[in-house]
């Protein structure tokens, strides 16, 4: 019984002792990077200091001497803007007509969720507004609206002022 108790110890000595880890030799060095690349610098990256891209104002848009400029992914919203047009035309025929009315509303809350996925938020802000022009009980519109405002308040920026806000970034194919 004893050697059984004694040998017992040993074996949980042994399981409890300090673990010895492998050494693992870094194979990589400063002169040699993992990437084909070339290295750059983080301020490479910024564009502190640099001055924003001219944007010329979009055929047909109402905020021609607009201050703001556009930032963000150019998208092809060609398909968006037939769609507006469509529903523009319709709601201004039959300005009584709600569906017409709420048609119109949700094309431009449809391109305004395409160009807040391209991080186009300014754009996409005017056609949240112009959305609740047309359907002033269109709540998801106004969430839109108060998260992009809040955006440019916790980035200390004034948002676009309603009519102010810029066109999409034209799109070449």
């Not at 060095?29 to 990256?45: D, F, G, I, Y």
């Not at 108060?146 to 070449?172: C, H, N, R, T, W």
Request: charged share 25%; hydrophobic share 35%.
């Amino acid at each position: 019984m004893k050697t059984l108790i004694v040998g017992l110890l040993v074996v949980s000595s042994l399981a409890c002792g300090p673990k010895v880890e492998p050494v693992v030799q870094n194979t990589n060095s400063a002169s040699q990077p993992m990437r084909a690349e070339k290295l750059q610098t983080v301020t490479a990256h910024s564009t502190e200091g640099k001055q924003p891209p001219a944007m010329a104002p979009a055929e047909g848009s109402s905020s021609g001497g607009s201050k703001w400029s556009q930032s963000g992914e150019p998208i092809d919203t060609a398909k968006l803007d037939a769609a507006i047009a469509s529903a523009e035309k319709a709601a201004k025929a039959a300005p009584g007509d709600e569906g017409a009315q709420k048609a119109a509303a949700e094309a431009y809350f449809n391109r305004g969720v395409a160009l807040t996925d391209a991080r186009q938020y300014a754009a996409a802000l005017g056609d949240y507004r112009r959305a609740l022009k047309y359907d002033p009980n269109d709540e998801d519109s106004k969430k839109w609206i108060d998260q992009i405002v809040g955006i440019y308040s916790m980035l200390k920026k004034q948002a676009p002022a309603e009519g102010q806000e810029p066109a999409p970034l034209p799109f070449k194919k």
